[in-house]
């Protein structure tokens, strides 16, 4: 369990003095829920307020502390026009302008003939020269309480600077004195300070220099990051490299299954089930990575991968992401799973009641060989009589946790996961350290290369045209549009708008699925277009994940720009699976940034995941690569692997020590590294140290 010296870091938000509901959902909004949150939420900048200039010596356009006195209120002069207080110091004359301000409230902080100390930004308005809501009012006896240094946080509406500033001192100022965890050569060579001043500097930027990301406090916390994280991936492995049985299956099922495929398996889905094959038999459990590009065809190695658990009496589970993508597997196996005569089950989110203990029995009692569903198939009370080989899809949506959930449901499970997330090589150690690699590098054969075109939305009436000659031609077309968290409303009503506009063109023809409808009415409209009812499907991402239609060979991204190209990408592999050629249209608002037009065209110019996700991270940075956004699973909340990729190594090299010399995390370095792994909350690590 958590240990009780972190305890307030892990208190909402709202224990904090002066954090009401209000500012509390507000600062939800930046994924700031509990006061450790703020403690990783880095300043991007700073206010330097140490200028005390005359008014006369300011410079416009910079932030200075002014010292003056207050001659006269100026009401204004109509509604909507600014509040004015004329102030002065002997050099000369300085405005400070309220929009919307309370006269009574005016009147108290800056009276007729008082003097004051203000700090904030001097601007020139024809030749007067003004301060627009400075920052700080005060008296000269409290001059002192203004901030020489003020950092600047990301912030969202409605939440100023001033506040969060505070808010974060607020949470600062719980710190506790946590153990060191760290090796102390490692901390004298890189001159690293301790824990809680390495967080205090990290809020206590005094230099633009102190927002490097390369200052020792934040590098320390980096790699208490990525110690965390190497640790809680040589744990996972560790465990599942305990003995097992071993899987042994004689063939007969996928034998049986093989040949009911429409088509042959290619080399390299040859190869990736051999090595498969090879972890299965070995008496140590399998922990492997398929990493595939989309459309390589993982779905069918997985399936002919759990048959072996099936031939030596046992069972297998196959878990995705997602509703549709589990429905979509167990629509697909389905044939293949009668072809092999064995039992295939689909438990999910949405079975409930009757039919969800009918599964649930079936499992526990072994009349299911093979069940697919969501994280559903994890839950407290699903019990599997013999579980031999999990597999996870969409790997990348996931964490480690899941991999450590899945693989506690039977007795030394094999796991495979899967991801289509094109994952550069330097970056599989910092997420995958864990795990062996298999690639499926080679497409079936016959696919035809989608043609990709970037188009600028200025042309959206011949891109709805070109639409409506695919639709004539009884193919079907997907329409992406981007929806992310920070601005779902505006989104949603840009894809609703969209839908509503390609309706009225094709009636009846084009259906709209997107992440907050009904999980049914979501289905239903997949159905209608996978069954060609709809032959237009207007989506939000969550048709990104995994979603095969063959019939499918017109994919438009709206707003291109906006996406991630591992997700473009992903969204690309959607077409072109068919026996037709695909077509891409990136469809963006002009014009384009350098960056923007280099990564469009890349996806223009090149159909290799691979090469995309190398480019990706060049051009943008591992942080976005691997962003909430496009993984769903934030990797780091303080390292960069931009920046940090030094330490990884490093890290990777200290937990292997930590573990040989002391496996249980018993001595004194090691219960410190149990804090750290509950910090960093890795908690499902810390767990299975006290399993031991
Ligand atoms: P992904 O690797 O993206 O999960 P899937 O497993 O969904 O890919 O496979 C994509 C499509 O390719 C499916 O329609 C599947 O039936 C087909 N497929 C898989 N293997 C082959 C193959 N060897 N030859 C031809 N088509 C294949
Ligand atoms: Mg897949």
């Known amino acids: 369990m958590r240990p009780e010296l972190l ?22 909004k930046l994924g700031l829920r509990r006061v450790v949150d703020l403690l990783w939420h880095r300043p991007i900048g700073l206010i330097d307020r140490r200028a005390r200039p005359t008014v006369a010596a300011a410079r416009h356009g910079e932030i200075a502390t002014i010292a003056v006195r207050v001659d006269e209120h100026l009401k204004p002069r109509a509604p909507g026009r600014p509040y004015r207080i004329v102030c002065s110091d002997p050099s000369g004359t300085l405005v400070l302008v309220f929009f919307h301000a309370r006269e009574d409230y005016l009147l108290r902080t800056l009276p007729i003939g008082s003097d004051r100390v203000v700090s904030g930004k001097v601007e020139l308005y024809g030749d007067e020269v003004q301060m627009t809501h400075p920052d700080h009012i005060v008296p000269p006896e409290r001059a002192d309480s203004i901030p020489p240094v003020e950092p600047v946080y990301p912030l969202t509406a409605g939440l100023s600077p001033k506040l969060m500033a505070k808010i974060t001192a607020a949470a600062i100022g719980r710190l506790p004195d946590l153990p060191e965890w760290n090796d102390t050569a490692l901390l004298a060579r890189e001159r690293w300070p301790a824990w809680k001043p390495a967080v205090t500097a990290l809020h206590a930027p005094v230099a633009a220099a102190d927002i490097d990301p390369g200052t020792p406090a934040r590098r320390r916390l980096a790699y208490d990051e990525l110690l965390a994280s190497q640790l809680a991936l040589l744990l996972v492995r560790g465990r599942a490299q305990r003995r097992g049985h071993p899987v042994e299956g004689d063939g007969r099922l996928r034998r049986r299954a093989i040949a009911a495929l429409p088509y042959q398996l290619t080399e390299a889905q040859n190869r990736t089930l051999a090595e498969i094959d090879a972890d299965l038999r070995a008496p140590r459990r399998m922990s492997r990575l398929l990493q595939g590009d989309v459309g390589s065809g993982k779905t069918v190695v997985a399936f002919l991968a759990m048959l072996a658990a099936v031939e030596c009496g046992r069972q297998a589970a196959l878990m995705a992401p997602t509703e549709i993508l589990a429905r979509q597997h167990f629509a697909t196996l389905s044939p293949l799973a009668e072809a092999a005569g064995i039992r295939l089950a689909l438990l999910t989110g949405r079975d409930k009641g009757k039919a969800r203990e009918r599964i649930i029995s079936d499992l526990a009692e072994g009349r299911i060989d093979i069940v697919v569903g969501t994280h559903a198939l994890v839950q407290a009370d699903v019990v599997y009589r013999a579980l031999a080989v999990a597999v996870v899809d969409e790997q990348h949506r996931f964490g480690v946790e899941q991999r450590v959930e899945i693989a506690g449901k039977g007795q030394s499970v094999d796991l495979l996961a899967m991801t289509a997330t094109p994952i550069p090589r330097t970056l599989t150690l910092a997420l995958y350290g864990d795990m062996d690699v298999s690639r499926l590098d080679e497409k079936p054969a016959g696919r035809k290369p ?26 079907r077309a997907y329409w992406v549009c981007p929806l992310v968290e920070e601005s779902e409303k505006v989104d949603l009503a840009a894809v609703e708008e969209r839908h509503r506009v390609l309706a009225e063109r094709f009636p009846g023809r084009a259906a709209l699925v997107h992440g907050s409808m009904k999980a049914a009415a979501r289905d239903s409209a997949m159905r209608g277009f996978a069954g060609g009812e709809t032959p237009l499907l207007v989506a939000t991402t969550v048709i990104e994940v995994g979603v095969d239609v063959p019939a499918a060979t017109v994919m438009v991204v709206e707003q291109a720009e906006r996406f991630g190209l591992a997700q473009l990408h992903q969204l690309r592999g959607r077409i072109g699976r068919g026996a037709q050629p695909g077509t891409c249209l990136l469809l963006y608002r002009g014009p384009l940034g350098e960056t923007a037009k280099a990564r469009l065209t890349l996806m223009r110019e090149t159909d290799d995941g691979f090469r995309i996700a190398e480019e990706d991270l060049r051009l943008r940075g591992a942080g976005d690569l691997l962003g909430t956004r496009q993984s769903g699973v934030p990797p780091f909340r303080i390292a960069s692997l931009d920046t940090d990729s030094d330490l990884l190594a490093i890290a990777r090299d200290d937990a292997r020590l930590v573990l040989e010399r002391d496996g249980g995390l018993e001595g004194p370095r090691g219960a410190a590294l149990r804090v750290l792994l509950h910090l960093f909350e890795r908690d499902t690590a810390a767990r299975l140290f006290q399993r031991g």
């Open 7 to 28: 305890f307030p870091l892990f208190a909402e938000v709202t224990a904090l003095t002066g954090v009401g509901p209000q500012v509390g959902r507000l600062l939800g």
């Open 450 to 475: 989608v043609d990709t075109r970037l188009v600028s939305l200025e042309r959206l009436e011949e891109v709805i045209a070109a639409i409506g000659r695919t639709l004539e031609h009884g193919n």
